[in-house]
């Protein structure tokens, strides 16, 4: 059997894009020998201290409640539990849009929770700085691997490290690892740095 590769993604529950490329890779998986693994980051701790509108920055401080739970569950319960609770959170407020609702986010969190098989009550943390410190030592892993101007998603495989890719449809099948092996071999290289057009399309979860 072929060993599996492990690649680490970096993410916010919260992020769209970070979402669908997470969708990918689980696509990827099937097609190729890799073994994805959550890793945490925080859109909040990204953008504190830039200059971003106070209303974004307001919607990524609440939602720190959903990255509050997930180092949470995984300080209780583990790693394995990291990637069914982002399933869970995923599906609710991107797939369902209830990540258009904040004030519904307790509901998503404890919804997601009981899909994993966690105790509802761990939605007691999301708004407790309890777990922000593990929370940014995850983030700024993730970020000394790519730089201050980026987001998330960041992937690590091996010593390759890269922000994206940015899609707006989670590719499957031959297409999902056809574009795999196209981003490996262009980040592959220390001099190449960016592969960029305008965004014309809104992400699509189906």
């Not at 919260?14 to 945490?40: H, Y």
């Not at 890719?165 to 590719?171: H, M, N």
């Amino acid at each position: 059997m072929t060993e599996k590769i492990p690649v680490d993604l970096w993410f916010d529950p919260s992020c769209p894009f970070a979402w669908v490329t997470s969708r990918w890779l689980l696509e990827v998986e099937k097609v190729r020998p890799i073994e994805p693994r959550w890793r945490q980051m925080s859109l909040y701790f990204l953008n504190e201290e830039k200059d971003v509108p106070a209303d974004y920055l307001e919607r990524a401080a609440q939602a720190m409640g959903s990255v509050r739970v997930v180092a949470a569950a995984a300080a209780k319960h583990g790693d394995q539990v990291v990637g069914p609770l982002y399933t869970g959170l995923g599906t609710r407020l991107h797939d369902q849009g209830l990540g258009k609702e904040p004030e519904r986010l307790r509901e998503v969190i404890e919804g997601a929770l009981e899909d994993a098989g966690l105790d509802r009550g761990l939605a007691e943390v999301m708004h407790s700085e309890e777990w922000d410190g593990i929370i940014r030592a995850s983030h700024d892993e993730g970020i000394g691997l790519v730089g201050q101007e980026v987001g998330t998603p960041i992937i690590r495989v091996g010593d390759n490290a890269f922000f994206g890719p940015v899609i707006t449809k989670i590719l499957r099948g031959d297409d999902a690892g056809k574009l795999w092996d196209g981003v490996l071999a262009v980040t592959q290289y220390d001099d190449f740095f960016e592969l960029k057009r305008t965004r014309t399309k809104r992400p699509q979860f189906d």
